[in-house]
């Protein structure tokens, strides 16, 4: 593929790498696996980049790309599941930032999205990066309503966890 | 009280300082990688089993072969299976390449598993395809081993001379039938297992967002 093409696309991906920084920090717990994460949605975004019309905005095509990744492609190896690694980008607290029982919760909250399943997992991370309904709704192939109530049920489970 | 969600949604934006920096030289270095997505494990399992079942016919189709096989009077049946094997073949690695293409990593989540479980069921018609050319063939050799071969021809002989030809051959039934369901259900746990380890994860996302449609 040509060299103009390729230049395009690592700047574009170097000014966007947040955000799949963010969904490796959500879907891995330690940093090896992250990385891992991490090339493989390079690998992917540069695979369906030469299709990537500019229609939609690079953040926006990027968030599908790198969740399907997450989602549906990427192998996880069992050490990955379900272990609890506070050195993980989220979990990266600095103490003087917050006051004692906010941190409490919020490492709580952390926890809790941990424990949910794939799909949540990526409703919530939608919702945390301000999405809308109807992008949400795009990026997992649902319906808007059906993203609606499955939002819902996501936010009581949450509450259920950290208020048992 | 504050809604813990709105916290920690505060607290996850604030949080974009936080996170690693990669420079534009890894960044580049990581698109000359390569991918190691399921989609490329079930596309690699199932040219291996192209060329496995392939080989297979090849190595049992050379001349010798061929001249047992007329000794035995069922090579023209065993040509008819060759030409129809090899069609099918050819049409399994046309829908596993037409497959491979349609699977878009732009389509939404939904569209994508649903695109990678067709993968799935294309390798495993495959393989039941195999099976039964497999056991046909298996079938129409041993027919031709009792009826033509001598050792066959004296084995029939004494039975009958015996008497009891009927419980004969219902006993050679009974044998190859039990024989071909053993080696079916093993390779049929074989894929089982291989697919589903595989695809575990990705079948529970896909009715889970199925679920939704209803």
């Known amino acids: ?39 493989e949605i390079t690998i992917q975004l540069w695979k369906a980049y030469p299709k990537f019309r500019g229609d939609a ?15 549906t492609l990427y192998r996880k190896s069992k050490k990955r599941v379900q272990t609890q690694d506070y050195d993980s980008v989220v979990h990266r ?9 906010e941190e409490k919760q919020l490492k709580l909250m952390y926890d809790a999205v941990r424990q949910l399943g794939d799909i949540d997992k990526a409703l919530v991370f939608l919702y ?33 966890i950290l208020n048992p | 009280m504050v809604d813990e969600l709105e916290l920690l949604k505060k607290d996850w934006q604030k949080r974009e300082a936080d996170l690693p920096k990669l420079s534009y030289d890894q960044i580049y270095g990581m698109t ?12 690699y399992i199932s040219l291996i089993e192209l060329v496995f079942w392939a080989a297979i016919n090849i190595i049992f189709s050379d001349s010798e072969t061929m001249e047992e096989l007329k000794a035995l009077h069922i090579h023209k049946v065993i040509m008819v299976l060759n030409i129809i094997n090899y069609g099918i073949i050819l049409y399994f690695i046309y829908k596993f390449y037409i497959n491979y293409r349609k699977i878009s ?24 395809f195999n099976l039964i050319i ?37 006993m050679v039934i009974t044998i190859s039938v039990l024989f071909t369901a053993i080696v079916l259900l093993l390779i049929w746990l074989f894929y089982k297992l291989l697919y589903g ?17 209803v």
């Open chain 2, 105 to 128: 990593f732009t389509d939404s989540s939904r569209k994508l598993m649903k695109a990678i479980l067709k993968v799935k069921r294309t390798v495993t018609q495959y393989v039941w």
């Open chain 2, 32 to 43: 000359w990688k390569k991918s190691s997505s399921i989609v490329k494990w079930i596309f």
């Open chain 2, 197 to 213: 380890i595989l695809l575990k994860r990705l079948r529970e996302n896909y009715n889970e967002l199925k679920k939704l449609e």
């Open chain 2, 134 to 170: 497999f056991t046909t063939y298996l079938i129409i050799n041993m027919y031709g081993v009792l009826l033509y071969a001598p050792e066959g021809q004296k084995i029939v002989q004494a039975a009958s001379e015996d008497g009891n030809s009927f419980s004969f051959w219902a």
């Open chain 1, 57 to 71: 905005k690079f953040s926006t095509w990027m968030y599908r790309v790198a969740l399907n990744t997450a989602i």
């Open chain 1, 93 to 101: 607290i600095k103490a003087n930032d917050y006051d004692e029982t």
């Open chain 1, 1 to 39: 593929m040509n060299k103009e093409l390729e230049h395009r696309f690592v700047t574009e991906l170097e000014n966007n790498q947040n955000i799949v920084h963010k969904v490796c920090s959500l879907y891995t717990n330690d940093k090896d696996s992250h990385n891992d994460l991490f090339q």
């Open chain 1, 128 to 160: 945390l990066e301000d999405k809308d309904y109807s992008e949400i709704a795009e990026t997992l192939g649902i319906t808007e309503v059906n993203a609606r109530v499955k939002m819902n049920r996501v936010k009581n489970k949450l509450r259920t």
